[in-house]
């Protein structure tokens, strides 16, 4: 059974960077997509960069650029590395695994079955 935790969530100012870790934990790790979502109070869990097993990346519009998401297998960690940050990007971060295998696209929640509890982002 897989399991996440997430860190590195903290407060900044606009234009500022922080780097999300999250821990793997399990078999499965590097297997299939792994990837990152946010969730502000009230709104959908919405994807916004995934990585599968071979390195390659995708990310939806609004953090392209911007967001950097990787990982070392050796240390069984996903990263997402954020610069720029906007006042629109403060949300809980969350990171996901067991995706689907291929993903060159960024898939939705209902694509992974591994969550992490989730890191605080805030911006102003």
């Known amino acids: 059974h897989v399991q996440l935790v997430e860190s590195g969530g903290d407060s900044v100012q606009p234009g500022g960077s922080l780097r999300l870790s999250c821990s793997v934990s399990?078999?499965?790790?590097?297997?299939?997509?792994m990837g990152w979502f946010r969730q502000t109070p009230g709104g959908a869990r919405k994807g916004i960069a995934a990585?599968?097993?071979?390195?390659?990346?995708a990310y939806v519009d609004s953090v392209k650029g911007r967001f950097t998401i990787s990982k070392d297998n050796n240390k069984k960690t996903l990263y997402l590395t954020m610069n720029n940050l906007k006042p629109e990007d403060a949300a809980m971060y969350y990171c996901?695994?067991?995706?689907?295998?291929?993903?060159?696209?960024?898939?939705?929640?209902?694509?992974?079955?591994?969550w992490g509890q989730g890191t605080q982002v805030t911006v102003s």
């Open positions: 399990g078999p499965t790790y590097n297997n299939y997509c």
């Open positions: 990585i599968d097993a071979g390195g390659d990346t």
């Open positions: 996901a695994a067991e995706g689907p295998q291929r993903c060159p696209y960024v898939p939705s929640q209902y694509e992974y079955a591994a």
